[in-house]
Every structure is written in structure tokens, then in C-alpha cells.
């Protein structure tokens, strides 16, 4: 499979012998494929299993690790010190934010706690680049996971066997229009376009819902009898690119081809493929196209 080769003085981290890598782990295989990286580089990393989010927990058990609720947050400081991380990686999905009327008082609280509120309101990026601004701040050297991971990068081009057909290219330029216009409301990094046209955008249900909303609009009158269509995935226009990066997997390949689309689009650079030769076996599989766009901004972010 066809992966961008990033330069390595540019993204491979310059790590002391000592050094100690944490994982903040939430949903999906990303905490996996960052852990098994990072352990195969010589690099045993610490993981902290945020309750309620980790789906693959049997796969993360057999390295040092420790439980976390999101209202706990502001004890994150003192277990990266406790723990004697000097790096962390935050891989996986975090499906819901913290309850603030929830978190338990505590010093590392209190001095984050305006930022925080502040964050909310701007949204997941806000709150993403406070966190990880108030880890450095406290001398945690906060990295993306495509910095330990970097295979997983979406190359520009296609990856599959299919290619989109010229029809096709109206809809990833509708689709991708209307990501980028959502992600700068800090809405969400994914739309359908299906006949040349946006029909549907990524809200707070993730790119799961907005497939599965997709397939039942398959019979609403505007779209009967229209085929084809594609999902696209993008950054948002200034994202914090060590969080959150926009990712598609198996799972997004199987809810594409259920909502009928003829292929998936990401963001070359700014994107990940997870479990990269599983996403294209299942993808040719099925006939759909997977392509990397050229990346809207530097790929290497802020």
C-alpha cells in the first residue's frame, strides 16, 4: 500500500535513551498501532485509558497503563509526573467531553479550568490545543501519533485499484468544499456530496452517523434513483494537527459502501489510513476508490 514517506528530520522524534512515551488512549485501533510502533522502536510507552472510550483495551493491557475518567483531567499533570512520562501521544477517539459540574477540584484544575471553559465554547480543536499547550507548558512534550506512526499518512493519489470517474470528481470537489466550510465553524471534518452536490455534513454523531444518515436519505426524493457519491475527510483550517487528525479505517469503507457512495477522499498529509492494507483489500474488495487530495495547508501544521 502506497504511503507518503515523510521525512524523518522533519517528523521522527529526536528521543533520548531514557525518554518515556505515554498514550492517551481512546477509541478505535490508533492507541494500538501507536503502541506496538512505539514498543517496537524501543520505546515501552505508559498508557492511559480514558474509562468509558477504549474499545481495545485486551490489546493495550499488556503494556504499563492506568485508568482516567475525563472529569479526573486535572490530574493528568501529576500522573504524567507520578508516571515519569517526558512525551505523550493523544490517539483514539474521545466520543464526549468532560462535565464540568463532574470534575473533582484539585490544583491542576484550578489553573486550567478558565482556559478550559473558554475551549468548550470554542469547540474540539479549541479544546484540543489548550490541553496540549498546558502539558508543554508543564514540560510534557506533547507529539502527533502520525509523528511515531508515519506509514499510517494518506498519500496523495490513489491508493486502490478503482479511481473516481469524472463524475465522481464533482462531488469530491462539492464534498470537499463543505468539510472545509464546517471545519472552520469547528463543526466536524467530513460531507457527502452525492449528483454534484453537498447532501449531508459531519455533526457530533461522527463520520459513523453521517454514513449511516446517508444511507437512509438514499430514498428521500431529491436523491431516488441518483447512485454513486463520495465521503470526503479534511482537516480543519488550522487544526491542531498532534490531536485529532481526520482517519478512516475498515469500518468507513464497510458504512460507505452500505450508504451506496463510489469512494472515500482524505487529506494527503493530514489524514491517517488505519489498518492500512485491510482499508484497501476490503476497499478494492468492494470497488471503491480511496484517493489522497493535495493538502490544503502545510502538512506539517502549526
Not at 463543505?178 to 449531508?200: T, Y
Request: one cysteine or more; aromatic letters at 2%.
Amino acid at each position: 500500500m502506497q504511503m507518503t514517506k515523510i521525512e524523518a528530520s522533519r517528523t521522527g522524534l529526536d528521543l533520548a535513551p531514557d525518554a518515556k512515551v505515554g498514550i492517551i488512549a481512546g477509541g478505535g485501533s490508533l492507541p494500538v498501532e501507536v503502541a506496538i510502533s512505539l514498543a517496537g522502536q524501543g520505546y515501552p510507552p505508559a498508557i492511559i485509558l480514558i474509562e468509558g472510550e477504549v474499545d481495545r483495551k485486551s490489546d493495550l493491557g499488556g503494556y504499563e497503563h492506568e485508568n482516567l475518567a475525563l472529569e479526573d483531567i486535572g490530574s493528568l499533570a501529576s500522573l504524567l509526573k507520578r508516571r515519569r512520562i517526558s512525551h505523550l501521544v493523544l490517539a483514539g477517539e474521545i466520543r464526549r467531553r468532560p462535565r464540568l459540574i463532574d470534575m473533582r477540584p484539585s490544583l491542576g484544575l484550578l489553573a486550567v479550568v478558565p482556559s478550559v471553559v473558554m475551549a468548550l465554547a470554542r469547540g474540539d480543536d479549541g479544546l484540543l490545543k489548550v490541553l496540549t499547550r498546558a502539558l508543554e507548558a508543564r514540560g510534557i512534550k506533547v507529539v502527533g501519533a502520525h509523528e511515531i506512526v508515519p506509514e499510517l499518512v494518506a498519500a496523495e493519489g490513489a491508493l486502490t485499484k478503482a479511481a473516481p470517474r469524472k463524475s465522481d470528481w464533482r462531488d469530491i470537489k462539492a464534498a470537499h468544499a463543505a468539510a472545509m466550510a464546517i471545519g472552520a465553524l469547528d463543526i466536524g471534518q467530513a460531507a457527502v456530496a452525492i449528483g454534484g452536490r453537498a447532501i449531508a455534513l459531519e455533526g457530533i454523531e461522527g463520520t459513523d452517523g453521517l454514513l449511516e444518515r446517508t444511507r437512509q436519505l438514499r430514498g428521500h426524493g431529491r436523491l431516488a434513483g441518483r447512485t454513486r457519491g463520495v465521503l470526503v475527510k479534511c482537516a480543519k483550517p488550522g487544526q491542531e494537527l498532534r490531536a485529532d487528525l481526520p482517519s478512516i479505517g475498515p469500518q468507513t469503507i464497510e458504512a460507505a459502501h452500505a450508504a451506496g457512495l463510489a469512494g472515500i477522499a482524505v487529506e494527503a498529509g493530514r489524514s491517517l489510513v488505519l489498518e492500512g492494507p485491510t482499508v484497501v483489500a476490503r476497499a478494492n474488495a468492494l470497488g471503491l476508490f480511496v484517493i489522497g487530495l493535495p493538502a490544503a495547508e502545510p502538512v506539517h501544521g502549526d
